[in-house]
């Protein structure tokens, strides 16, 4: 069996060093994103898409499930928008709603059958460090701690058909997202990696190896459970002020 595997979010970013990591291992990649990946590969497959937009969303996850059998389906494409309470707009909690949980929900609901007929499937859903605090990140914050809360419910409810779900929750990863906020050889970045147990800021592929282990078919007793890939700073606060 070919594993298909769908990464949303998967041109640039963590996303992009999943897809690579998944090709590599022999899947066939899905990617679902606003913009084409600048790598190529005879088993990746594009879908240009605004996750943001639920009808969008369905249509496109509905003309996947028709094509492919999707077995394995990683939920990592977000956004930031930080601000402080005062300024928190309720617009930028729905986008982010939308966008972090709406559309896992969606593309769960059109590849599920397909998982259960196989009676296989694995399921990663890309929570945050920032769940565990964080100024500024309200509408961020909110919405990755509830992908946790639903990462559980769902091992509860799919592990009797062999599917397993599970999260990883990055800390400080330099991406296109980190360094619109923090460039990445400024002394603010440089401070925040002394703040940081290991000394150092994450990379990409830190996660991707996460998100290829818990995925790998072999583990199938591994369900429900968080990652903190974090360089250990989910064990104390860090502050990028």
Request: with cysteine; net charge negative; aromatic share 6%.
């Amino acid at each position: 069996m070919t594993n298909i595997a769908v990464v949303t979010g998967g041109s640039a970013g963590i996303g992009a060093e999943v897809s690579k990591s998944l090709l590599t291992e022999g899947y066939k990649v899905i990617s679902l994103a606003r913009r084409a990946p600048d790598f190529e590969h005879e088993n990746l497959i594009y879908f240009e898409l605004d996750l943001s937009d639920p009808s969008k969303t369905k249509s496109v996850s509905k003309e996947i499930a028709r094509k492919y059998d999707v077995t394995t389906i990683i939920n990592n494409a977000g956004v930031i928008r930080p601000d402080l309470i005062e300024d928190v707009q309720t617009e930028d909690v729905n986008y982010l709603t939308n966008l972090h949980i709406n559309a896992m929900i969606i593309l769960t609901q059109a590849f599920l059958p397909a998982m259960k007929k196989l009676k296989f499937g694995r399921i990663l859903n890309m929570s945050s460090r920032a769940v565990v605090g964080l100024p500024s990140r309200t509408s961020y914050a909110g919405t990755k701690a509830a992908i946790i809360s639903i990462t559980r419910t769902w091992a509860m409810e799919l592990g009797k058909h062999g599917i397993t779900v599970n999260a990883v929750a990055p800390g400080p990863i330099v991406t296109d997202m980190f360094t619109e906020v923090i460039p990445e050889d400024s002394d603010q970045a440089e401070a925040l990696a002394q703040t940081i147990p290991v000394k150092r800021l994450g990379q990409s592929d830190d996660v991707a190896r996460a998100a290829l282990f818990l995925v790998d078919p072999e583990n199938s007793f591994i369900t429900g459970q968080t990652l903190f890939v974090c360089g250990g700073t989910s064990l104390g606060s860090i502050s990028f002020n």
